[in-house]
């Protein structure tokens, strides 16, 4: 089961930074508003606490290395806390959006 939950994170962190990527390198004017930027933001931030767990939970460290665990439980601990932030963010933009009558985005 281990094989299959690591292929299965490592797919998955793949495919959220492949479309993290494309909608920040779109020419598209409806990702340029601050929603998307927040989108991307916070998606990177999950995915350093993703790549912070890695670090952390799979490489074996040794007594004099110990600052390695603590880099990656850092990450982690960073990652989630800024992604939540960001997501309360976008909660409460999207609701302020959802509440106008024209849904105008500079709100």
């Known amino acids: ?3 299959l939950t690591d292929i299965l994170d490592y797919s998955l962190l793949g495919a959220h930074l492949y479309i993290l990527l494309r909608v920040r390198i779109s ?3 409806a990702f340029k508003t601050p929603f998307f930027y927040w989108f991307f933001l916070t998606g990177m931030a999950s995915s350093l ?4 767990f890695i670090i952390a939970v799979l490489f074996t460290f040794p007594a004099d290395y110990g600052w390695g665990f603590k880099t990656g439980y850092m990450m982690n601990s ?5 992604a939540t932030i960001g997501k309360a963010l976008i909660s409460m933009h999207r609701y302020s ?4 009558t024209s849904f105008i985005e500079d709100v």
């Open 27 to 29: 020419k598209e004017e």
């Open 78 to 82: 960073c990652g989630i806390t800024f």
């Open 97 to 100: 959006v959802m509440r106008t």
């Open 49 to 52: 606490s993703v790549v912070g």
């Open 1 to 3: 089961m281990g094989v």
